[in-house]
């Protein structure tokens, strides 16, 4: 018994060497034998010799379409274009307060390159010393080391200085976390708080609930005060500007 690699060895069959095998390219009949056995010859039908031929223009085709070059007139090229024409191909001139932005990086002159300061400069350029007369008056024995008031101020000065007050009736913010009452954490529900607290049993929608239908009790009832009391907004709170 041949095996697996006995059998991948064996080359394949020459299925080219049988006149009548049909290809999928003949047509119903075989072709005619030509001399040449190497190559093939082609039929083509009438429909392919129709595809096969150039496209003809059409009966109604005028070429009058113009080229995308075309001839200057002789008038064009005689033209003169006159002082207006003139002045309107003139570029358009800035304002006359224009002034160019200056650059980013300016060129320093010569003169300021090698310019030397005088000793009135260098005197200016000194930093100033603050705490020069308080020193003085701290060293002298003759004076007290209490330093004395330069300057009183205006009543208007202290009302202005006076930081400003929050309004009477400014409620500030409720802290995000606050102690609990022990009476809160001691109390027990009623059995009418319980019964407030259990949700409402619904019918699902396929089995003919509606949930935008009013119950005629719903149609009928009145608010109580209480109720108008709660459904107002609440009051604005003033903050402070």
């Given at each position: 018994?041949?095996?697996?690699?006995?059998?991948?060895?064996?080359?394949?069959?020459?299925?080219?060497?049988?006149?009548?095998?049909?290809?999928?390219?003949?047509?119903?009949?075989?072709?005619?034998?030509?001399?040449?056995?190497?190559?093939?010859?082609?039929?083509?039908?009438?429909?392919?010799?129709?595809?096969?031929?150039?496209?003809?223009?059409?009966?109604?085709?005028?070429?009058n379409?113009?080229?995308?070059?075309?001839?200057?007139?002789?008038?064009?090229?005689?033209?003169?274009?006159?002082?207006?024409?003139?002045?309107?191909?003139?570029?358009?001139?800035?304002?006359?307060?224009?002034q160019?932005?200056?650059?980013?990086l300016?060129?320093?002159?010569?003169?300021?390159?090698?310019?030397?300061?005088?000793?009135?400069?260098?005197?200016?350029?000194?930093?100033?010393?603050?705490?020069?007369?308080?020193?003085?008056?701290?060293?002298?024995?003759?004076?007290?080391?209490?330093?004395?008031?330069?300057?009183k101020?205006?009543?208007?000065?202290?009302?202005?200085?006076?930081?400003k007050?929050?309004?009477?009736?400014?409620?500030?913010?409720?802290?995000?976390?606050?102690?609990?009452?022990?009476?809160?954490?001691?109390?027990?529900?009623?059995?009418?708080?319980?019964?407030?607290?259990?949700?409402?049993?619904?019918?699902?929608?396929?089995?003919g609930?509606?949930?935008?239908?009013?119950?005629?009790?719903?149609?009928?009832?009145?608010?109580?005060?209480?109720?108008?009391?709660?459904?107002?907004?609440?009051?604005?709170?003033?903050?402070r500007?």
């Open positions: 018994m041949a095996t697996r690699i006995d059998r991948l060895a064996r080359p394949k069959p020459n299925l080219l060497k049988f006149p009548d095998r049909r290809s999928v390219y003949w047509l119903d009949e075989l072709p005619a034998q030509s001399s040449n056995s190497s190559s093939t010859a082609f039929d083509l039908t009438p429909r392919w010799s129709k595809l096969a031929e150039s496209k003809k223009l059409s009966a109604h085709f005028e070429d379409r113009r080229s995308p070059e075309w001839k200057v007139s002789g008038a064009a090229l005689k033209a003169r274009p006159s002082d207006r024409v003139c002045a309107l191909a003139l570029p358009r001139m800035p304002a006359a307060g224009w160019p932005d200056r650059p980013l300016p060129t320093l002159s010569v003169a300021v390159r090698t310019a030397k300061a005088n000793a009135r400069i260098c005197q200016l350029a000194r930093p100033r010393k603050i705490c020069t007369a308080m020193t003085q008056l701290c060293s002298s024995s003759e004076i007290s080391l209490s330093v004395p008031s330069l300057a101020l205006s009543p208007r000065t202290h009302l202005l200085a006076t930081p007050q929050d309004h009477p009736q400014y409620y500030p913010d409720r802290p995000v976390s606050w102690p609990v009452a022990k009476s809160a954490l001691e109390a027990v529900a009623s059995e009418r708080l319980q019964v407030l607290a259990t949700p409402r049993l619904r019918k699902p929608l396929f089995e609930f509606d949930p935008y239908r009013v119950s005629s009790a719903a149609r009928a009832a009145t608010a109580s005060p209480r109720l108008q009391e709660l459904a107002l907004p609440p009051a604005r709170r003033c903050r500007r």
